[in-house]
């Protein structure tokens, strides 16, 4: 400092332009002072505000969330995060405009942005809007095609947009990516129901004596547990079309479920004559031969049913109980494994492949065996018990 005084005392031209130009920068040097302090308030009130909103939304306080997000937004005018944010939380609160206001605005800096696309489309078929939902929906699985929400939205759009037979596709593939989603169930299993009662009513419009609409009739009587009704409807069909495939098949399995083998065995032989590659008649007298402890037989008709079909996991599984009793229960067993690999959900399978274990001394088999026997038929009760009147 004392080097710089002496400078300006030995010349006074220099002196007079030195500290003129010092007393010039002072002003800026300030105005840089202040705008960093001002940055870092501001730096401070944003993250204050971010911390602020997702207090808010932790405790379900949609309308102190948007505020406090709305206000970063004013600091961060260009941020696409903090605007889908805001979307989404207007989603909770049903303000479907606004969610499609700040979603075009993220979408407009960021095309690809699937949170955003995904909410719009959302809040367009909210709105009744499907066209433009669609067109939303479609964007975002063109970012992420394995988004099983998406696929979910779009099926729901197509549907109400009466296009049903597209919206299955989507519920499909969203099912193939959450196979445990119960809306969507749900909602294949209506829209199949509701295609199915308008085929059959349109088959009663064009021809009510088809027998096809008697078959109906009777399938609609298995379903309400009335036996001899539906025996009585699949014999007045045979008589009226004898040679209609399929028909004595459905009365064969009847039968069998009634009791009556020898009547069960002449149909399922006399749909083996309309149609020789029937795999479900060679299992059925495969069944009946079991029961009637012919294991030849048995051992014959059902391994012509898994050479007719492959892929027939009750087939297996009944092949596992005959070896079983011809005495290579190691190839009973693996018979039944590979029944439980085609047929998941059968849980007949898991329980006999549980006491076939047990008797071979696999006591941890057996035991992991009996727990999904139990899962799989406490699930069963379930949707019996929701689906009861």
């Excluded at 970063?72 to 989603?91: C, D, E, G, H, Q």
């Excluded at 119960?182 to 009662?197: A, D, F």
């Excluded at 009587?221 to 459905?250: M, T, V």
């Excluded at 001394?361 to 069963?380: C, F, H, P, W």
Aim: proline share 3%.
């Amino acid at each position: 400092m004392s080097s710089w005084i002496v400078h300006i005392r030995s010349s006074g031209g220099e002196s007079r332009y030195l500290v003129g130009f010092c007393l010039c920068s002072l002003p800026f040097l300030v105005v840089a002072s202040n705008l960093k302090a001002q940055q870092s308030a501001g730096e401070e009130r944003y993250e204050r505000l971010l911390r602020r909103g997702e207090e808010a939304e932790a405790t379900r306080d949609w309308n102190q969330a948007v505020g406090s997000f709305e206000e970063a937004l004013i600091l961060r005018p260009n941020s696409i995060s903090l605007k889908t944010k805001v979307a989404a939380l207007y989603f909770n609160r049903k303000d479907y405009e606004k969610i499609l206001d700040y979603c075009t605005r993220a979408l407009a800096s960021d095309p690809a942005n699937l949170d955003a696309a995904k909410l719009a489309g959302m809040a367009a078929y909210r709105l009744n809007e499907f066209d433009v939902a669609r067109r939303y929906l479609e964007k975002a699985i063109a970012v992420r095609r394995n988004d099983a929400e998406v696929h979910y939205w779009l099926g729901m759009t197509l549907y109400a947009a009466h296009d049903a037979r597209h919206a299955l596709d989507e519920l499909y593939r969203a099912r193939a990516y959450n196979g445990k989603d119960t809306e969507v169930l749900y909602m294949i299993g209506k829209i199949h129901w509701e295609m199915s009662r308008q085929a059959w009513e349109e088959m009663l419009r064009v021809n009510p004596n088809s027998f096809r609409v008697k078959e109906m009739v009777a399938e609609n009587d298995i379903s309400a547990n009335l036996f001899p009704q539906a025996i009585e409807k699949y014999q007045a069909i045979i008589r009226e079309k004898p040679d209609a495939q399929g028909i004595h098949d459905a009365l064969g399995k009847l039968y069998v479920h009634v009791g009556k083998l020898t009547e069960a065995e002449d149909a399922f032989r006399t749909e083996l004559k309309l149609n020789p590659h029937s795999s479900t008649s060679y299992y059925g007298l495969a069944d009946i031969a079991f029961q009637r402890q012919d294991l030849a037989a048995a051992l014959e008709n059902v391994t012509r049913a898994i050479q007719e079909k492959p892929d027939f996991g009750d087939a297996y599984g009944l092949l596992g109980r005959v070896e079983w009793h011809l005495g290579d229960k190691q190839k009973a067993v693996e018979m039944l494994e590979h029944a439980t690999s085609l047929s998941p959900s059968n849980a007949s399978l898991y329980y006999m492949l549980g006491h076939y274990y047990e008797a071979l001394g696999k006591r941890a088999l057996a035991a992991k065996a009996i727990r999904t026997y139990n899962d799989l038929k406490s699930e069963q009760e379930k949707e019996y018990d929701a689906g009861r009147p």
